[in-house]
């Protein structure tokens, strides 16, 4: 056992030296590679030009000219894109301000607006207006029909604030044979499309005679519409039906051959036309006849 270990401890300090002399030698070619790159760098004329091919020049100009060139239209992109997000910031801008603008704007009608109910059928728009007008200055009043009632309401709008809460005080006021319920109003008057108002004195007559109607059903013709009313009412001398396809039901406006026959029509508000109970108030705007545009040759 004593010679094992002998010839065992002689192999390991044999495979010690083995190994110092292979990094002696890794050493020893390191050394010499190095001395080898220092000579060839002394050999060197550092006043030489350093040698590119021909193809070189050709291939870099090329290169040159693409990387020149994507700058300038990747710069052309951003500048559009920049621009084109600054005109959509611009106007949402506006859309914004324009729509803070309407719900001042209309916040501001509201309160210079009253409704009032409990109308009696004889009451035209300017006698209300009349009745009113001690109160403020009226800029509109708009009388509407009521399906649910013999009675009908109407939105009264003054110059100005005072105006709206001077009216209040007017709450039970006789007009005609029923006393008028005045209120603080919760919406504002549509306005009236201006081109669509009387021009001249002919023109107001004839509003008089006309009254606008709304919620008809699509299936109702003018012709049924015509002879519903004249059956009611008296003779009707000029109808209108529009309609769209976005609304479900479509307006109409009457003209009659007498005052009295508008004012009946008013009593029509609330029957039922086809399958839509109707709705029926006085015109602002009078039925003015197609003009015929001549056919082009």
């Avoid at 611009?90 to 009608?109: I, K, M």
């Avoid at 009707?236 to 026959?261: C, K, N, W, Y």
């Amino acid at each position: 056992m004593a010679a094992v270990v002998d010839n065992s401890g002689e192999a390991v300090e044999a495979a010690k030296n083995n190994d110092l002399e292979v990094e002696t030698t890794k050493s020893e070619s390191k050394e010499f590679n190095v001395q080898n790159l220092v000579d060839m760098f002394t050999k060197l004329n550092p006043l030489a030009k350093e040698f590119f091919p021909s193809s070189f020049h050709h291939n870099q100009t090329k290169k040159s000219d693409n990387f020149n060139q994507v700058p300038v239209k990747q710069s052309a992109g951003n500048e559009n894109f920049s621009n084109k997000r600054g005109r959509n910031n611009v106007n949402q801008g506006r859309r914004r301000l324009n729509g803070r603008a309407f719900r001042a704007q209309r916040d501001d009608s509201i309160r210079r607006t009253v409704y009032v109910s409990d109308i009696d059928q004889t009451i035209t728009e300017e006698q209300l207006a009349g009745l009113f007008s001690n109160c403020g200055q009226v800029v509109d009043c708009r009388v509407c029909g009521d399906p649910h009632s013999v009675l009908r309401f109407a939105f009264v709008e003054f110059a100005d604030e005072q105006g709206a809460r001077a009216a209040l005080s007017l709450d039970g006021t006789m007009l005609g044979f029923y006393p008028v319920r005045v209120l603080p109003s919760k919406t504002a008057i549509l306005p009236v499309n201006p081109t669509f108002l009387p021009r001249s004195e002919n023109e107001r007559e004839m509003c008089t005679r006309t009254v606008y109607c709304t919620n008809i059903d699509k299936k109702v013709s003018q012709t049924e519409m015509k002879s519903f009313f004249e059956s009611t009412c008296g003779e009707v001398t000029r109808l209108r039906l529009l309609g769209d396809q976005v609304h479900s039901t479509r307006i109409a406006f009457v003209e009659f051959a007498m005052a009295e026959s508008a004012i009946m029509a008013l009593n029509c508000s609330g029957m039922v036309l086809g399958t839509q109970a109707i709705r029926v108030s006085p015109s602002k705007t009078p039925v003015r006849p197609r003009v015929t545009r001549p056919t082009l040759r």
